[in-house]
Nanobody, 124 residues
Framework: QVQLVQSGGGLVEAGGSLRLSCAAS????????IGWFRRDPGKEPEFVAA????????YLADFAKGRFTISRDNAKNTVYLQMNTLKPEDTAVYFC?????????????????WGQGTQVTVSS
């Protein structure tokens, strides 16, 4: 069993920054691929970013490029999502997830374990 515990998030003004953390524990097999998704009520999860088992491979949604950065600290089993220049349309609940199945990094159904979610609200 793998547990993903998220921290960070909150309320920020447009143009501000937030950093989300995703700490993995339990039966993890070393570093694992981790993705971040966000979801508005009533909508499907939207891919934000992912980092592969090898640190050099990262994936970002088009809206995140130039503003968001994903990174990991393997010693802490933690993945970070640094979000800069936030916009009101970035408001959503953000989830981290551990990739478990073969498939696209961009697809939610490639992930088997999910964090509890954290609210990000960007005021205009």
């Amino acid at each position: 069993q793998v547990q993903l515990v998220q921290s960070g998030g909150g309320l920020v003004e447009a143009g501000g920054s937030l950093r989300l953390s995703c700490a993995a524990s339990g039966r993890t097999s070393g570093s694992s691929a981790i993705g971040w998704f966000r979801r508005d009520p009533g909508k499907e999860p939207e891919f934000v970013a992912a980092i592969a088992e090898s640190d050099s491979d990262t994936y970002l949604a088009d809206f995140a490029k130039g503003r968001f950065t994903i990174s990991r600290d393997n010693a802490k089993n933690t993945v970070y999502l640094q979000m800069n220049t936030l916009k009101p349309e970035d408001t959503a609940v953000y989830f981290c997830a551990q990739k478990y199945y073969d498939g696209s990094y961009y697809a939610p159904n490639s992930y088997g374990y999910w964090g509890q979610g954290t609210q990000v609200t960007v005021s205009s």
